[in-house]
C-alpha cells in the first residue's frame, strides 16, 4: 500500500468510525479472508437513499480503492439485544 493509499484508508476507518459513534454504523471491520482480504459493514439507515449518501462519502470509495456492495437483510434477521455495561456504581463481581 502506497503512502497516499494509506492516508485514504485511514480516512476511511475515521469515516466509519464516525458513523458508529453516531450510531449508523452497527459494526465494521476488516475480514481476514486469506485469499482476498475485505471489510464488512452492517448499517441501520431510513432508506436506500440514505446508503448511497452514505457510501459515496467514503474516502476509499471516493477514492477509487473500494467498490461496495450492498444487500438488505430479511426481516427475519435475528438480533440479540443490547447488552448495558455495568454503570460505574456497579462493583465488579469478585470471586472472595
Not at 484508508?9 to 476488516?30: D, L, N, R
Not at 452492517?42 to 452514505?54: F, M, P, Q, Y
Not at 470509495?61 to 461496495?68: H, I, M, S, Y
Amino acid at each position: 500500500m502506497t503512502e497516499s493509499e494509506s492516508k485514504i484508508m485511514s480516512e476511511h476507518i475515521a469515516y466509519w468510525t464516525e458513523q458508529a459513534e453516531k450510531g449508523t454504523a452497527v459494526v465494521f471491520g476488516p475480514v481476514l479472508d486469506p485469499e482476498k482480504p475485505y471489510g464488512i459493514g452492517i448499517v441501520e439507515i431510513e432508506n436506500e437513499t440514505r446508503l448511497h449518501d452514505l457510501v459515496a462519502r467514503d474516502p476509499a470509495v471516493k477514492a477509487g480503492l473500494q467498490r461496495d456492495e450492498f444487500y438488505p437483510m430479511s426481516p427475519r434477521t435475528i438480533v440479540r439485544k443490547m447488552q448495558v455495561p455495568p454503570s460505574k456504581t456497579n462493583r465488579p463481581l469478585s470471586n472472595s
